[in-house]
Structure formats: structure tokens, C-alpha cells
């Protein structure tokens, strides 16, 4: 199990660079994301949320109850749009509205190298956008109006005091 870096943190604003090769140290890396989000029931993790800027994400598909990796992801297809409450592991407790693309497809790789795409609808196609918006430094408070930072002023300064 790995910290979760909190808002504030520097490393969470920094762009996640490209995955070269899929070796042992990267799969040792994935498996410690999954435990990660598996231990704090989370929707979805991005390496740079435990401090490794590296282009994955893992994400839980409540559908069929399994986690799914990719490596260099990149979105190539959207459709629809849709606004609900997003939370964010970086963010304990804060929730923004936001709105996202209803399905998205997502193209990458999985463990073995090989090249995969993936599918999301609603939780689970937020979920893709969350993510990759991590691996360029975007997170869900660049989202926010004045008035949902407001609300959550207190909050958000707690926790940029503790990182
Ligand atoms: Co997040």
C-alpha cells in the first residue's frame, strides 16, 4: 500500500510522462496502485497519485466487478455529456460538480504490452476522464466555480496545510 498524495501536493500538478518498457518494476508498481485503490474503495488511481509520474491509471468497472489497467492512455472517442458530484482519493471529502463526457473510449495498453481499448459509461466513463485529466496535473478543482471553492474553502485549506 502506497500514500495517497493529498491537493496540495506539487507532484499531482506535474504531467505524467510516456511508459517505455513493461518490466517487473512497473508491474510491482500496478499491483501496489490496485491494492491502493482496492484499500481506500476507490473508483479509479493514477501513478502520479502515489508520486510516480508515469502515464497509468487503474480503474474499478463496477459492472463486472474488476479492476482495468492502462499504460498510455489516450481517449479517441467521446459522446454525450453529463453532470454529477466527482470525488477525488487527492480530495478526501470534497465533491465538485462537473461536467463529462456520458461514454468514452479509451485506447492504451494493458500489462502484457498489449495494445487494448476500453469502453466506459457513465461512473466508469468519468472515471477514464478523471484519470487522464491526473497524468496532465488537471484535477477536479480546475473545474469548480467560485462558489463550490467557497463552500469548500475550509476543507481544501486543511488539507493543503497537511501535504
Ligand atoms: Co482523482
Not at 517505455?20 to 501496489?32: A, G, H, T, V, W
Request: glycine share 6%.
Amino acid at each position: 500500500m502506497r500514500k495517497i498524495r493529498k491537493y496540495g501536493d506539487p507532484v499531482l500538478r506535474k504531467k505524467s510522462e510516456e511508459v517505455k518498457d513493461i518490466d517487473e518494476k512497473l508491474i510491482k508498481l500496478i499491483n501496489s496502485m490496485k491494492e491502493t485503490l482496492m484499500d481506500r474503495k476507490g473508483v479509479g488511481l493514477a501513478a502520479v497519485q502515489i508520486g510516480v509520474l508515469k502515464r497509468i491509471f487503474i480503474a474499478y468497472n463496477p459492472e463486472v466487478e474488476k479492476l482495468i489497467t492502462v499504460i498510455n492512455p489516450e481517449i479517441v472517442e467521446t459522446q454525450g455529456e453529463e453532470i454529477d458530484m466527482e470525488g477525488c482519493l487527492s480530495f478526501p471529502e470534497i465533491y465538485f460538480s462537473i461536467k463529462r463526457a456520458s461514454k468514452t473510449v479509451v485506447k492504451g495498453y494493458n500489462e502484457d504490452g498489449k495494445e487494448i481499448i476500453v469502453e466506459g459509461k457513465g461512473i466508469l466513463s468519468r472515471c477514464f476522464q478523471h484519470e487522464i485529466d491526473h497524468l496532465d496535473g488537471t484535477l477536479i478543482i480546475d473545474y469548480a466555480t467560485e462558489e463550490e471553492k467557497k463552500f469548500w474553502k475550509e476543507k481544501l485549506e486543511n488539507l493543503k496545510n497537511d501535504s
